[in-house]
């Protein structure tokens, strides 16, 4: 079976990559594979490199046609009782500015990022006068209310 294009209900969890040892120092090569109901969804493969407690994940997807390849940057931080955590951070920018989250979880698809349909994300962050109507109902300053929901939202 060929490789498919990744949807956006893929995810990749860096326990995951931790599990199997590609966290460990050094450079691994990966394969993630996704299935439902016993047929394959989708694939990647992976190169992961980490060294002092930082490092980064290339990530390769497929078209029929074409490679992608997305880095993602990966950091540690120290566990209370010893050890270290691993985290992903966020590959997505918007509007020229990085994402940069520490996530644990990456959605992969359209736009690979911290949140599932970060596309979505996208849509409404362009829609950011959508409180105006509701500030000047309220009588409240529209870009500081703005500011606070969209606080809220996160
Ligand atoms: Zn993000």
């Known amino acids: 079976m060929g490789k498919n294009v990744v949807e956006s209900y893929h995810a990749i969890r860096i326990t995951t990559l931790k599990r199997r040892g590609w966290l460990a120092g050094g450079g691994y090569p990966g394969h ?33 046609t074409e490679i992608f390849s997305h880095e993602v940057k990966l950091v540690s931080t120290p566990c209370h009782y010893g ?21 644990g979880v990456l959605y992969l698809g359209k736009y690979t990022g911290c949140r599932h349909r970060h596309d979505l994300a996208y ?31 996160k």
């Not at 050890?83 to 996530?103: A, D, E, H, Q, Y």
């Not at 409180?131 to 939202?153: K, T, V, Y």
């Open 32 to 64: 993630l594979s996704w299935s439902r109901l016993g047929e394959r969804t989708g694939s990647i493969d992976l190169l992961t490199w980490t060294s002092k407690g930082e490092g980064t994940m290339m990530m390769y997807t497929y078209s029929k």
């Open 83 to 103: 050890g270290v955590r691993w985290w992903f951070i966020c590959p997505l920018s918007r509007g020229g500015i990085p994402c940069g989250r520490r996530v």
């Open 123 to 153: 849509q409404s962050s362009k829609d950011s006068h959508k409180f105006d109507r509701m500030a000047i109902d309220m009588g409240c300053d529209p870009r500081a209310f703005s500011r606070m929901m969209n606080q809220i939202g």
